[in-house]
Protein backbone atom coordinates (compact mmCIF):
# COMPACT_ATOMS: atom_id res chain seq x y z
CA UNK A 1 0.00 0.00 0.00
CA UNK A 2 1.93 3.24 -0.80
CA UNK A 3 2.02 6.61 1.25
CA UNK A 4 -0.49 8.25 -0.79
CA UNK A 5 -3.47 5.69 -0.44
CA UNK A 6 -2.46 5.27 3.38
CA UNK A 7 -3.20 9.26 3.54
CA UNK A 8 -6.13 8.97 1.26
CA UNK A 9 -7.81 6.28 3.60
CA UNK A 10 -6.39 7.98 6.55
CA UNK A 11 -8.49 11.29 5.49
CA UNK A 12 -11.71 9.52 4.92
CA UNK A 13 -11.62 7.20 8.27
CA UNK A 14 -11.05 10.42 10.42
CA UNK A 15 -13.98 11.80 8.70
CA UNK A 16 -16.00 8.53 9.49
CA UNK A 17 -14.41 8.49 13.12
CA UNK A 18 -15.16 11.81 14.06
CA UNK A 19 -18.93 10.79 13.48
CA UNK A 20 -19.37 12.21 9.65
CA UNK A 21 -19.90 15.92 11.11
CA UNK A 22 -19.05 18.33 8.18
CA UNK A 23 -17.56 21.46 9.33
CA UNK A 24 -15.66 24.37 7.68
CA UNK A 25 -12.30 23.61 6.51
CA UNK A 26 -9.32 24.43 9.30
CA UNK A 27 -6.20 22.57 10.08
CA UNK A 28 -6.98 20.03 12.99
CA UNK A 29 -4.04 17.53 14.52
CA UNK A 30 -4.68 14.49 16.64
CA UNK A 31 -5.49 15.71 20.22
CA UNK A 32 -4.86 11.82 21.49
CA UNK A 33 -1.65 9.77 21.73
CA UNK A 34 -2.33 6.10 21.35
CA UNK A 35 0.45 4.10 23.58
CA UNK A 36 2.57 1.06 22.43
CA UNK A 37 5.94 -0.16 22.90
CA UNK A 38 8.76 1.56 20.56
CA UNK A 39 9.56 -2.17 19.49
CA UNK A 40 7.60 -3.80 16.48
CA UNK A 41 5.25 -6.50 17.92
CA UNK A 42 4.90 -10.46 16.88
CA UNK A 43 2.13 -11.97 15.01
CA UNK A 44 -0.75 -13.25 17.29
CA UNK A 45 -0.57 -10.06 19.68
CA UNK A 46 -3.38 -8.52 21.38
CA UNK A 47 -2.56 -5.02 21.66
CA UNK A 48 -5.26 -3.04 24.27
CA UNK A 49 -6.23 0.75 22.94
CA UNK A 50 -4.76 2.70 25.74
CA UNK A 51 -5.18 6.88 24.51
CA UNK A 52 -4.24 10.23 26.29
CA UNK A 53 -5.90 13.32 25.56
CA UNK A 54 -8.99 11.95 24.09
CA UNK A 55 -12.05 11.68 25.56
CA UNK A 56 -14.32 8.41 25.13
CA UNK A 57 -16.78 7.56 23.37
CA UNK A 58 -14.24 6.89 20.30
CA UNK A 59 -14.29 4.80 17.46
CA UNK A 60 -11.41 2.99 15.64
CA UNK A 61 -10.20 1.53 12.87
CA UNK A 62 -7.34 -0.16 11.60
CA UNK A 63 -5.28 0.41 8.12
CA UNK A 64 -3.30 -3.05 7.03
CA UNK A 65 -3.67 -6.56 8.34
CA UNK A 66 -5.22 -7.46 11.87
CA UNK A 67 -8.39 -6.52 13.00
CA UNK A 68 -10.75 -4.71 16.53
CA UNK A 69 -11.81 -7.66 18.49
CA UNK A 70 -14.03 -5.52 20.92
CA UNK A 71 -13.32 -1.85 19.39
CA UNK A 72 -10.37 -1.77 21.94
CA UNK A 73 -8.25 -4.54 21.45
CA UNK A 74 -6.02 -4.88 18.21
CA UNK A 75 -4.96 -7.97 17.14
CA UNK A 76 -2.20 -9.33 14.64
CA UNK A 77 -3.39 -12.36 12.56
CA UNK A 78 -0.99 -15.22 13.22
CA UNK A 79 -0.04 -15.72 9.28
CA UNK A 80 1.11 -12.09 9.42
CA UNK A 81 4.71 -11.52 7.99
CA UNK A 82 6.88 -8.58 8.90
CA UNK A 83 5.20 -5.24 8.00
CA UNK A 84 3.30 -2.56 9.71
CA UNK A 85 -0.44 -1.11 10.71
CA UNK A 86 -1.79 2.06 11.04
CA UNK A 87 -4.04 2.31 14.09
CA UNK A 88 -6.58 5.26 14.08
CA UNK A 89 -9.16 6.28 16.51
CA UNK A 90 -11.03 9.42 17.07
CA UNK A 91 -14.83 11.30 17.72
CA UNK A 92 -16.31 14.84 17.21
CA UNK A 93 -13.16 16.13 19.44
CA UNK A 94 -10.23 14.83 17.95
CA UNK A 95 -8.16 12.16 16.66
CA UNK A 96 -5.34 9.80 17.48
CA UNK A 97 -3.00 7.31 15.43
CA UNK A 98 -0.29 4.82 15.56
CA UNK A 99 1.90 3.10 13.44
CA UNK A 100 2.38 -0.56 14.58
CA UNK A 101 5.55 -2.25 13.26
CA UNK A 102 4.82 -6.13 12.40
CA UNK A 103 8.27 -8.23 12.96
CA UNK A 104 8.85 -11.94 12.39
CA UNK A 105 8.68 -14.59 15.31
CA UNK A 106 11.75 -15.08 16.83
CA UNK A 107 13.57 -18.11 15.70
CA UNK A 108 13.75 -21.61 18.03
CA UNK A 109 17.15 -21.62 16.83
CA UNK A 110 18.32 -18.22 18.70
CA UNK A 111 19.46 -17.82 22.46
CA UNK A 112 16.24 -15.89 24.10
CA UNK A 113 15.81 -13.91 26.97
CA UNK A 114 11.98 -13.46 27.36
CA UNK A 115 10.85 -10.70 30.22
CA UNK A 116 7.20 -10.31 31.49
CA UNK A 117 6.15 -7.12 31.03
CA UNK A 118 3.08 -6.29 32.99
CA UNK A 119 2.24 -3.24 30.71
CA UNK A 120 3.40 -4.50 27.80
CA UNK A 121 3.05 -8.62 27.58
CA UNK A 122 6.29 -10.32 26.59
CA UNK A 123 9.59 -8.37 25.28
CA UNK A 124 11.82 -11.20 23.62
CA UNK A 125 15.27 -10.43 24.14
CA UNK A 126 18.67 -12.02 22.15
CA UNK A 127 20.54 -13.79 24.82
CA UNK A 128 23.68 -12.35 23.68
CA UNK A 129 23.42 -8.72 22.56
CA UNK A 130 19.64 -7.97 24.79
CA UNK A 131 18.61 -6.46 21.97
CA UNK A 132 14.72 -6.63 21.07
CA UNK A 133 13.66 -8.81 18.74
CA UNK A 134 9.82 -8.01 19.11
CA UNK A 135 7.01 -8.14 21.56
CA UNK A 136 3.96 -10.56 22.27
CA UNK A 137 0.89 -8.30 23.48
CA UNK A 138 -1.38 -10.75 25.46
CA UNK A 139 -3.83 -8.26 26.18
CA UNK A 140 -3.19 -8.41 30.03
CA UNK A 141 -0.90 -7.86 32.60
CA UNK A 142 1.72 -10.34 32.11
CA UNK A 143 3.46 -11.54 36.10
CA UNK A 144 5.11 -14.47 35.33
CA UNK A 145 6.57 -16.10 32.03
CA UNK A 146 7.81 -19.88 31.99
CA UNK A 147 9.51 -21.78 29.03
CA UNK A 148 9.67 -25.66 29.09
CA UNK A 149 12.15 -27.73 26.84
CA UNK A 150 10.76 -27.54 23.83
CA UNK A 151 10.08 -23.92 23.49
CA UNK A 152 6.44 -23.36 24.61
CA UNK A 153 5.94 -20.56 26.62
CA UNK A 154 3.22 -19.84 29.22
CA UNK A 155 2.77 -16.60 30.89
CA UNK A 156 -0.55 -15.27 33.15
CA UNK A 157 -2.89 -12.42 33.18
CA UNK A 158 -2.80 -11.25 36.70
CA UNK A 159 -5.76 -8.79 36.23
CA UNK A 160 -8.40 -11.18 33.72
CA UNK A 161 -9.12 -14.72 32.95
CA UNK A 162 -7.05 -16.38 30.48
CA UNK A 163 -3.91 -17.74 30.38
CA UNK A 164 -1.13 -17.14 27.40
CA UNK A 165 0.60 -19.97 25.31
CA UNK A 166 3.27 -19.81 22.53
CA UNK A 167 5.45 -21.75 20.87
CA UNK A 168 8.37 -21.25 19.06
CA UNK A 169 8.75 -23.83 15.93
CA UNK A 170 6.27 -23.47 14.80
CA UNK A 171 4.77 -20.06 15.92
CA UNK A 172 1.73 -20.35 17.75
CA UNK A 173 -0.21 -18.06 20.03
CA UNK A 174 -3.11 -19.54 22.08
CA UNK A 175 -5.20 -18.59 24.94
CA UNK A 176 -7.01 -20.69 27.41
CA UNK A 177 -9.81 -19.24 29.47
CA UNK A 178 -11.09 -19.61 33.13
CA UNK A 179 -7.36 -18.87 34.57
CA UNK A 180 -8.13 -16.71 37.00
CA UNK A 181 -5.76 -13.68 38.49
CA UNK A 182 -2.87 -15.68 37.47
CA UNK A 183 0.29 -14.70 39.78
CA UNK A 184 3.01 -17.25 38.99
CA UNK A 185 3.49 -19.75 36.41
CA UNK A 186 5.42 -22.96 36.07
CA UNK A 187 5.79 -26.03 33.53
CA UNK A 188 6.22 -29.65 34.93
CA UNK A 189 8.35 -31.39 32.73
CA UNK A 190 7.24 -34.67 33.45
CA UNK A 191 3.64 -34.27 32.46
CA UNK A 192 4.15 -31.00 30.54
CA UNK A 193 1.66 -29.56 32.95
CA UNK A 194 1.29 -25.80 33.32
CA UNK A 195 0.95 -25.15 36.83
CA UNK A 196 -0.45 -21.45 37.96
CA UNK A 197 -1.40 -19.78 41.10
CA UNK A 198 -4.22 -17.68 41.65
CA UNK A 199 -4.62 -15.11 43.60
CA UNK A 200 -8.36 -15.01 44.00
CA UNK A 201 -10.97 -17.36 42.73
CA UNK A 202 -14.47 -17.47 44.80
CA UNK A 203 -12.87 -15.19 47.62
CA UNK A 204 -9.91 -18.18 48.15
CA UNK A 205 -6.17 -18.35 46.77
CA UNK A 206 -5.67 -21.64 44.28
CA UNK A 207 -3.82 -23.64 42.15
CA UNK A 208 -4.64 -24.27 38.28
CA UNK A 209 -3.25 -27.05 36.05
CA UNK A 210 -3.50 -26.25 32.59
CA UNK A 211 -3.13 -29.92 30.34
CA UNK A 212 -1.01 -30.93 26.97
CA UNK A 213 -5.13 -31.20 25.63
CA UNK A 214 -5.84 -27.44 27.08
CA UNK A 215 -7.60 -29.05 29.94
CA UNK A 216 -8.12 -26.50 33.15
CA UNK A 217 -8.69 -28.31 36.59
CA UNK A 218 -8.17 -25.98 39.74
CA UNK A 219 -7.84 -26.82 43.71
CA UNK A 220 -8.29 -24.22 46.44
CA UNK A 221 -5.10 -23.77 48.93
CA UNK A 222 -5.27 -20.94 51.13
CA UNK A 223 -5.67 -17.29 51.22
CA UNK A 224 -4.19 -15.63 48.13
CA UNK A 225 -1.80 -17.80 46.37
CA UNK A 226 0.98 -16.17 45.07
CA UNK A 227 4.57 -18.06 45.17
CA UNK A 228 5.38 -22.11 43.27
CA UNK A 229 7.56 -24.64 43.32
CA UNK A 230 7.37 -28.23 41.27
CA UNK A 231 9.01 -30.71 43.00
CA UNK A 232 9.09 -33.69 39.60
CA UNK A 233 10.33 -35.99 41.11
CA UNK A 234 7.31 -36.55 43.64
CA UNK A 235 5.06 -35.56 41.57
CA UNK A 236 4.19 -32.19 44.14
CA UNK A 237 3.23 -28.62 43.98
CA UNK A 238 4.19 -25.92 46.68
CA UNK A 239 1.97 -23.09 47.04
CA UNK A 240 2.51 -20.01 49.26
CA UNK A 241 -0.45 -18.75 50.52
CA UNK A 242 0.47 -15.19 51.58
CA UNK A 243 -2.48 -13.88 53.78
CA UNK A 244 -2.64 -17.00 55.55
CA UNK A 245 1.04 -17.93 56.19
CA UNK A 246 0.84 -21.49 54.92
CA UNK A 247 2.61 -23.63 52.42
CA UNK A 248 -0.19 -26.08 50.77
CA UNK A 249 1.53 -29.23 48.89
CA UNK A 250 -0.48 -30.27 46.07
CA UNK A 251 -0.80 -33.53 44.58
CA UNK A 252 0.27 -32.84 40.93
CA UNK A 253 -1.49 -35.57 39.39
CA UNK A 254 -4.77 -35.57 41.46
CA UNK A 255 -4.93 -31.71 42.51
CA UNK A 256 -5.41 -32.57 45.52
CA UNK A 257 -4.09 -31.15 48.64
CA UNK A 258 -1.35 -34.04 50.58
CA UNK A 259 -0.40 -31.38 53.15
CA UNK A 260 -0.71 -27.41 54.64
CA UNK A 261 2.06 -26.44 57.08
CA UNK A 262 2.57 -23.19 58.61
CA UNK A 263 5.12 -21.52 57.47
CA UNK A 264 6.11 -17.58 57.98
CA UNK A 265 4.16 -14.22 58.05
CA UNK A 266 3.32 -13.00 54.02
CA UNK A 267 5.02 -16.12 52.96
CA UNK A 268 5.39 -14.90 49.12
CA UNK A 269 8.05 -16.30 46.57
CA UNK A 270 9.39 -20.36 46.59
CA UNK A 271 12.48 -22.32 45.52
CA UNK A 272 13.34 -25.82 46.26
CA UNK A 273 16.19 -27.82 45.97
CA UNK A 274 17.02 -29.92 43.40
CA UNK A 275 16.73 -33.67 45.87
CA UNK A 276 13.33 -32.15 46.97
CA UNK A 277 14.13 -31.83 51.23
CA UNK A 278 14.75 -28.29 51.47
CA UNK A 279 11.82 -25.15 50.78
CA UNK A 280 12.90 -21.80 50.80
CA UNK A 281 10.50 -19.03 51.42
CA UNK A 282 10.66 -14.99 51.60
CA UNK A 283 8.85 -13.21 54.25
CA UNK A 284 7.84 -10.42 51.97
CA UNK A 285 7.49 -7.57 55.38
CA UNK A 286 9.21 -4.63 55.76
CA UNK A 287 9.64 -2.85 59.22
CA UNK A 288 8.24 0.38 58.06
CA UNK A 289 5.26 -0.99 56.13
CA UNK A 290 1.56 -1.94 57.39
CA UNK A 291 2.90 -5.14 58.33
CA UNK A 292 5.52 -3.36 60.97
CA UNK A 293 7.46 -6.87 61.27
CA UNK A 294 10.95 -7.09 59.10
CA UNK A 295 10.74 -9.24 56.16
CA UNK A 296 13.51 -12.33 56.20
CA UNK A 297 14.52 -15.31 54.15
CA UNK A 298 13.89 -18.89 55.11
CA UNK A 299 14.88 -22.76 55.09
CA UNK A 300 12.15 -24.97 55.95
CA UNK A 301 13.25 -29.11 56.41
CA UNK A 302 10.18 -30.89 54.50
CA UNK A 303 10.94 -34.22 55.99
CA UNK A 304 8.70 -35.36 58.48
CA UNK A 305 7.12 -32.63 60.21
CA UNK A 306 7.75 -29.22 57.98
CA UNK A 307 10.02 -26.72 60.40
CA UNK A 308 12.52 -24.50 59.72
CA UNK A 309 15.91 -25.25 60.18
CA UNK A 310 17.53 -21.80 59.00
CA UNK A 311 16.73 -18.35 59.01
CA UNK A 312 18.01 -14.85 57.71
CA UNK A 313 18.80 -12.02 59.54
CA UNK A 314 15.95 -9.24 58.76
CA UNK A 315 15.78 -7.52 55.50
CA UNK A 316 14.38 -4.68 54.03
CA UNK A 317 12.07 -5.67 52.32
CA UNK A 318 12.03 -9.00 50.88
CA UNK A 319 10.42 -10.20 47.40
CA UNK A 320 12.17 -12.94 44.89
CA UNK A 321 14.55 -15.82 45.72
CA UNK A 322 15.89 -18.36 43.61
CA UNK A 323 18.57 -20.81 44.33
CA UNK A 324 21.71 -22.09 42.81
CA UNK A 325 22.49 -25.15 43.86
CA UNK A 326 25.55 -26.04 42.27
CA UNK A 327 27.40 -22.80 44.02
CA UNK A 328 25.23 -23.27 47.20
CA UNK A 329 23.74 -20.04 47.00
CA UNK A 330 20.31 -18.56 47.42
CA UNK A 331 19.86 -14.89 46.29
CA UNK A 332 17.03 -12.62 47.23
CA UNK A 333 15.90 -9.42 46.09
CA UNK A 334 15.24 -6.28 48.05
CA UNK A 335 12.40 -4.09 46.56
CA UNK A 336 12.85 -2.04 49.58
CA UNK A 337 17.02 -1.48 49.05
CA UNK A 338 17.09 -2.25 45.32
CA UNK A 339 19.54 -5.02 46.22
CA UNK A 340 20.12 -9.05 45.75
CA UNK A 341 21.21 -10.50 49.03
CA UNK A 342 23.77 -13.34 48.46
CA UNK A 343 23.00 -16.31 51.06
CA UNK A 344 24.76 -19.33 51.82
CA UNK A 345 21.92 -21.93 51.11
CA UNK A 346 22.25 -24.00 53.51
CA UNK A 347 22.62 -21.68 56.51
CA UNK A 348 21.01 -18.49 55.40
CA UNK A 349 24.24 -16.30 56.14
CA UNK A 350 25.63 -13.64 53.91
CA UNK A 351 28.29 -15.01 51.54
CA UNK A 352 29.50 -11.47 50.39
CA UNK A 353 27.56 -7.82 50.56
CA UNK A 354 24.82 -8.02 48.65
CA UNK A 355 24.63 -6.66 45.11
CA UNK A 356 23.12 -3.08 44.10
CA UNK A 357 20.91 -3.41 41.39
CA UNK A 358 18.04 -1.45 39.71
CA UNK A 359 15.03 0.04 41.15
CA UNK A 360 12.62 -2.10 42.94
CA UNK A 361 13.90 -5.84 42.10
CA UNK A 362 11.17 -8.15 41.16
CA UNK A 363 11.44 -12.31 40.50
CA UNK A 364 14.88 -13.47 39.69
CA UNK A 365 16.17 -16.52 37.09
CA UNK A 366 18.86 -18.21 36.66
CA UNK A 367 20.43 -19.23 33.43
CA UNK A 368 22.69 -21.85 34.19
CA UNK A 369 23.82 -22.70 31.20
CA UNK A 370 25.43 -19.36 30.97
CA UNK A 371 26.06 -18.83 34.69
CA UNK A 372 23.95 -15.32 34.29
CA UNK A 373 21.77 -14.15 37.41
CA UNK A 374 18.80 -12.19 35.81
CA UNK A 375 17.29 -9.33 37.64
CA UNK A 376 13.68 -8.19 36.41
CA UNK A 377 13.39 -4.10 37.91
CA UNK A 378 10.34 -2.89 37.94
CA UNK A 379 10.37 0.60 37.91
CA UNK A 380 13.22 1.08 36.47
CA UNK A 381 12.09 -0.72 32.88
CA UNK A 382 14.82 -2.66 32.84
CA UNK A 383 16.67 -6.30 33.80
CA UNK A 384 19.83 -6.61 35.40
CA UNK A 385 22.28 -9.35 34.94
CA UNK A 386 25.30 -11.01 37.00
CA UNK A 387 27.53 -13.41 36.46
CA UNK A 388 26.81 -16.15 39.48
CA UNK A 389 30.58 -17.44 39.51
CA UNK A 390 32.07 -13.74 39.91
CA UNK A 391 28.80 -11.75 40.72
CA UNK A 392 30.32 -9.19 38.76
CA UNK A 393 27.79 -7.53 36.29
CA UNK A 394 27.48 -8.92 33.00
CA UNK A 395 28.13 -6.47 30.31
CA UNK A 396 25.67 -4.49 28.71
CA UNK A 397 23.35 -4.89 31.62
CA UNK A 398 21.15 -3.53 33.06
CA UNK A 399 19.19 -3.25 29.72
CA UNK A 400 16.12 -1.79 28.70
CA UNK A 401 12.69 -3.66 28.20
CA UNK A 402 9.59 -3.29 28.60
CA UNK A 403 7.42 -1.56 30.90
CA UNK A 404 7.29 -2.76 34.72
CA UNK A 405 9.09 -6.31 33.89
CA UNK A 406 8.37 -8.78 36.80
CA UNK A 407 9.91 -12.10 35.52
CA UNK A 408 12.60 -13.42 33.37
CA UNK A 409 12.61 -17.16 31.29
CA UNK A 410 15.36 -18.14 29.51
CA UNK A 411 15.65 -20.31 25.85
CA UNK A 412 18.77 -21.97 24.77
CA UNK A 413 18.36 -23.16 21.00
CA UNK A 414 20.71 -26.05 22.29
CA UNK A 415 21.01 -28.05 25.45
Known amino acids: ?69 DGATYEIPLSTAQGSAML ?34 LVFHDAAKFSVLGVLSTGGASSDVAIDQKGRIATTDTQGTALTIASLAPWIVRRVEDVLVGDEVAVDRTTQSVFVTNRDTDGT ?26 DERRQLVYVANTNDATVAAVD ?46 VAIRLSGTPRIVARSADLTFPLGVVLDATTGTLFVTDEGSNEVDVFDARTLRPKRAPLRTCTTPWKPAIDFSADRLYVPCAQSDAVDAFDTRTLRRVRGAPFRTGNYPLAVAIWRSSP
Open 1 to 69: MTRARNLALFACLSFALAGGVARAPQTRLATGRISIAPWPYLPGSRIPLRIDGLQVPYRAAVIGPGRFL
Open 88 to 121: VAGNAAGLASATIRIAAPPPAGRDLVIVASYEDG
Open 205 to 230: GALTRVGLDGSVTRVATGSTAEGLAI
Open 252 to 297: ARTMRVVRRFRAVRRIFSLALSPDGSRLYAVSNQSAGSPFAAAGFA
